[in-house]
């Protein structure tokens, strides 16, 4: 029976490794970081701000508001929305403050990804540098055009911004919500920038060069499009930028059925990526010798974060109680610590309040929640799955 505790025990270390080495590559190189002002200030770059937008009337005028209170911001006719299968005013409201506005309908062919390829489509030819990617629920900092700007003037194929939750106080599950993005979109992006990897693209405040474009072309179209094409990018050769100096802020559901909405699409679309993609990074880093490629497998391999901490709960009290092997009990321990130390920091580094440290207790709930709805985001890893727009309360 001991070896059948052990072997059980040795499968989940196994599972886990990628992403426990992973979580080494992306704790402790943010902790060199030093802002410093980007040289330049990109006057030259004519930037295009692309927002995709399906039912978004109720959001979108604090969107345009806040691109408008940037300093140096761009004239109102370079914001082009893409009102997506829309069956409200979104097209009126965005029309009415100036903006370039793209109308698509389409049944069957519907989710961010295709309305973001119409767009860059659309704008090829027309004499921009670069695009970045604003989510119609957005406000962004003051800087946080100068900051792109001055980045695609330095040469930039790709930037991603970060990306923080703008309502936190509004709950337990903004609130814990916040905290994830503090590892996710600012802690893990910031490593990769300091150990000179891609930082990867977030789906919100990302920007792409035409050039880049060009070359690969956004025909990403599952329901985690931004993961994926992310993938092409590195592939290709392609570098994301991170600019931690500035964030946007998107609020994130507030009750129970909304979060698992979002969950279900953006954990159950990872889920899908690594079925079809590891494989071809797999045989990339170890078949073509592109060690570029080993960062990003073992990012896509790394679950999220409360299911590898639940597999490393069961790896140390297998290998202590059940199967007494000193590998399982100190590789457990060790990768419980590394979790702990990379939620740690990037509290520290993003500037946690006092609230966020108190919430953290009340994480194991969260954590048992998210099991309890394991099997409906693995349904939503399936090939078939539709993207969904998550409901805020609307």
Known sequence: ????????????????????????????PALLWRSQPVAGRGENIRLAVVTPAHNEARDLPATLASLQ?????????????????CTDDTAGIARAAGCTVLEREDAVRRGKGYALNYAFSTLAGK?????????????????FLDAIRAHFANGADAIQTGYRVGN???????????IA????????????????????????????????LDE????????????????????????VEFVPEVSVWSDMPVSAAEAQSQRERWEGGRFRMVLEQAPRLFR??????????LEPLLELLLMPLSYH?????????????????PLLTGYGLFGLALVAAHVVIAMLVGGASREDWKTLLRAPFYMAWKFARLSSILKAAGRNAEWKRTSRGD
């Open 216 to 239: 690969v072309p956004y025909d990403s179209f599952s329901i985690v499009e931004d993961l994926e094409y992310h993938i092409r990018l590195v592939r290709a050769g392609r570098l």
């Open 284 to 293: 990339g880093v170890f078949r073509e010798r592109r060690l570029a490629l």
């Open 69 to 85: 209170r940037c300093r140096n911001p761009i004239p109102p006719q370079d914001h082009i929305v893409i009102a997506d299968n």
């Open 181 to 212: 993005f503090l590892a996710f979109n600012f802690l893990r992006p910031l490593s990769r920038k300091q150990a000179g990897f891609s930082s990867g693209i977030l789906g919100n405040g990302f920007g792409l060069s035409m050039a880049t």
């Open 1 to 28: 029976m001991q070896g059948l505790f052990f072997a059980l025990g040795l499968a989940l270390l196994l599972l886990t490794l990628p992403g426990t080495l992973e979580l080494l590559l992306v704790t402790l």
């Open 168 to 178: 936190p106080e509004a709950g337990f599950r903004p609130r814990l919500m916040h």
């Open 309 to 325: 901490l639940g597999a490393l709960l069961l790896v140390f009290v297998i290998g202590l109680w059940l199967a007494h092997s």
């Open 127 to 143: 004499g921009y540098d670069a695009v970045v990617i604003v989510d119609a629920d957005t406000r962004v900092d003051s800087g």
